[in-house]
């Protein structure tokens, strides 16, 4: 099997082997080109030494990235390539880095050090495929799989537990069965690892096409990265609202909306205030009433932990306080949400609200889609018209409230109500029309 090498990458190589060295593409971009993917990046990893390969590329810009571990990015034709030396790692006492590095001149030793099988082959046009752990294979066979001794590889990098699961979610593969039990055994490792690696690697998971599974299958990991979540596993809820317990209500949710992290982080955190707010009554009905708030409130905690975005937090918490509105398909109701939460915010609960209703009891499905699409056609019918929706949008300002004697307090209360009744259709937005209400029916 060949692999069509870029011409940047092919200079790379042809420089190191010309110049007595060996040197293969390597990693993610060797698997992804057997998925007839395109590589997001294009690493080499060489038998020359750091020193080596920057007198190799001495006429190219060098960036020495980290000399320490035997990597040089090199600018190719304005392209970064990242070029590493062949090592084998010391002990991994911080489960995360190794210790110390030794570079070594022997390919398999290189590969023997890396995570998963399907990451652990090489190639180069001029030694063909280097493949001593049967990574193809397992492609093939879509297959996600430790190289050696599984414990062993999560002993030496916890964050590899984590890309275990995300690999699986994104490419659809199955996690083999010793690696699977390795990854639930050695969970708590995870917490030795940085809130900024965690969120990537459960965004990106969350985001995959196996999502679903892998939130099933493998709930105890996402549960050591949100312990808040562990309870709403087999919660019950009994009410003919719903037909599953919470968490499989959170796991199907997350399947049913767009694969945007802003979204997918909504569903899997939109519940999780529940188990506080339970309630039974007389009926054995259970009730979890202003578990939006709880739910709100709980992911500020773990947004700001896992140092979610500023931008992202408010996002999220703020689709979460707003997940339970019930859109009644109504044009009154649906400009009413526009005008009190924004046309923009108003757009991306819809998706929540679909995605929470795809969750629940089927047989009322039907009736609340027809709901929600109903209000979205008025949303966006409001939207291409330009209609009033909010305090700036109106044809009077603060200050022509304030020309007609009023003052503090009561000009915010008189634009509020002008609003409102623009908004209902009672009321034209008509400066003078406008301002005529105002002065029958506001005294000075």
Not at 86 to 112: C, Q, W
Not at 269 to 295: C, R, V, W, Y
Request: charged letters at 30%; aromatic letters at 8%.
């Amino acid at each position: 099997m060949t692999i069509n090498l870029p011409e940047y990458v092919k200079t790379a190589l042809d420089m190191l082997n010309d110049s007595g060295f060996e040197a293969y593409i390597v990693g993610g971009c060797v698997r992804d080109s057997f998925l007839n993917k395109a590589p997001h990046d294009w690493d080499i990893t060489t038998s020359a030494l750091p020193e080596q390969t920057l007198k190799v590329f001495s006429d190219f810009r060098t960036i020495e990235t980290g000399l320490k571990h035997g990597t040089v990015t090199v600018m190719i034709d304005k392209n970064p390539l990242e070029i590493t030396t062949m090592r084998r790692d010391g002990k991994y006492t911080d489960n995360r880095h190794p210790d110390s590095v030794e570079f070594t001149s022997a390919i398999t030793e290189d590969l023997s050090r890396r995570d998963f099988t399907i990451n652990a082959i090489a190639y180069s046009e001029k030694s063909g495929i280097c493949d001593p752990f049967g990574g193809y294979d397992d492609i093939k066979n879509r297959i996600i799989r430790c190289v050696g001794d599984a414990d062993k590889r999560f002993g030496e990098d916890a964050l590899r537990i984590f890309r275990a699961v995300r690999f699986s979610s994104i490419l659809g593969f199955s996690i083999e069965e010793k690696t699977a039990q390795s990854v639930l055994k050695n969970r708590e490792k995870l917490k030795n690892v940085s809130a900024e690696r965690i969120r990537s690697e459960l965004i990106k998971t969350l985001c995959g096409k196996d999502a679903k599974k892998i939130l099933m299958d493998f709930a105890p990991v996402i549960f050591t990265a949100i312990p808040e979540l562990e309870p709403l596993y087999k919660y019950p809820q009994n009410t003919p609202y719903h037909i599953y317990d919470i968490w499989e209500h959170t796991v199907v949710s997350v399947d049913s909306i767009k694969p945007e992290p802003q979204l997918r982080m909504t569903m899997l955190l939109h519940d999780i205030g529940k188990p506080d707010m339970h309630t039974t009554d007389e009926n054995g009905i259970d009730h979890f009433k202003l578990h939006q708030q709880a739910s709100y409130e709980k992911s500020l905690v773990i947004l700001k932990r896992l140092k979610f975005s500023k931008a992202d937090t408010e996002e999220i918490s703020t689709l979460i306080l707003y997940h339970d509105l019930r859109p009644t398909g109504e044009k009154k109701n649906t400009l009413r949400l526009a005008s009190k939460y924004g046309a923009e915010t108003l757009k991306r609960l819809y998706d929540v609200f679909r995605a929470d209703a795809m969750a629940q009891n089927p047989a009322n499905l039907q009736s609340v889609l027809e709901r929600i699409e109903s209000s979205e056609r008025y949303l966006d019918e409001a939207v291409a018209q330009k209609s009033c929706l909010t305090l700036k949008d109106l044809a009077i300002n603060g200050n022509d409230v304030k020309s007609l004697g009023y003052k503090g307090e009561t000009i915010g209360v008189i634009l509020n109500d002008v609003l409102e009744k623009i908004v209902d259709g009672e009321m034209p937005n008509s400066k003078a029309e406008m301002l005529d209400y105002i002065k029958s029916n506001y005294e000075v």
